[in-house]
């Protein structure tokens, strides 16, 4: 399916591995974790092994949030993580950019209004923000917390298009795995794939995103080039 961009009247952005570059956090943990045994992987590298893990785990992690927050459980197991914080601890912080986001952004600032769409929890959401310093670049910031239901259900979607007044179906939702794709079709908005995370091309295209860009980082390109032609 390809992409109107003549539809699209506003911008919502996945966090995870779509403006943070969350699965090499992920992988440098991992990594890190089988460094005593490193002999017993190819050429003592655990760190092609580890970014298989990391890539394997996303979908039952992602489908066992999913049946949490189904059950209205999402809250306990947010407020369980804090408890189990050490003191002092910003996780949110720790999260480096994709290379390039904030140009991306930039770029996009003066033509559409922007949201962050996450499922991530509220409080390590605001602190990568905040890091990195892109709150001035959105018009409103869903999280898990932000609606009964996060995604892959349409919720946050609607919650962010009202807040950027513009219809769901004028929005463009960009994200990393199949609940990103899942969230803006249930939400009539149309939907980009990146391949800068946790998902796989394959995954993204049969799932049927409007289009699928090897980093976030290459939107600004697509866009703006078409708006200028
Ligand atoms: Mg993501």
Excluded at 22 to 39: E, I
Excluded at 53 to 71: K, Q, R
Excluded at 100 to 108: C, G, K, R, S, Y
Aim: glycine share 6%.
């Amino acid at each position: 399916m390809a992409l109107q961009t003549e539809r699209i009247r506003a911008i919502c952005f996945d966090l995870d591995g779509t403006l943070a570059d969350t699965d090499d956090l992920w992988v440098a943990r991992f990594s890190r974790t089988f460094h005593p045994l490193r002999f017993l992987f190819p050429r003592s590298n655990p760190a092609p092994t580890a970014r298989r893990m990391v890539m394997g785990i996303h979908h039952p992690a992602n489908f066992i949030l999913e049946v949490l927050d189904t059950l209205g459980w999402d809250d306990e197991i947010t407020a369980l993580g804090r408890a189990l914080r050490r003191k002092g601890e910003a996780p949110g912080a720790k999260l480096s950019l994709i290379e390039n986001i904030p140009v991306m952004l930039e770029a996009h600032f003066h033509h559409y209004p922007m949201a962050v769409v996450s499922a991530r929890e509220e409080e390590s959401t605001l602190q990568f923000l905040e890091k990195h310093d892109l709150n001035r670049y959105f018009q409103a910031v869903i999280t898990a917390q932000s609606c009964e239901y996060t995604k892959p259900r349409p919720d946050p979607l609607y919650l962010a298009a009202r807040r950027m007044n513009v219809p769901a179906e004028n929005c463009l939702m960009v994200g990393d795995t199949l609940a990103d794709i899942r969230c803006g079709q249930a939400a009539g908005a149309q939907t980009v794939g990146v391949l800068c995370g946790f998902g796989n091309e394959s995954d993204l295209r049969r799932r049927g995103a409007d289009l699928i860009l090897a980093s976030t980082a290459q939107l600004a390109s697509t866009l703006l080039a078409s708006a200028a032609s």
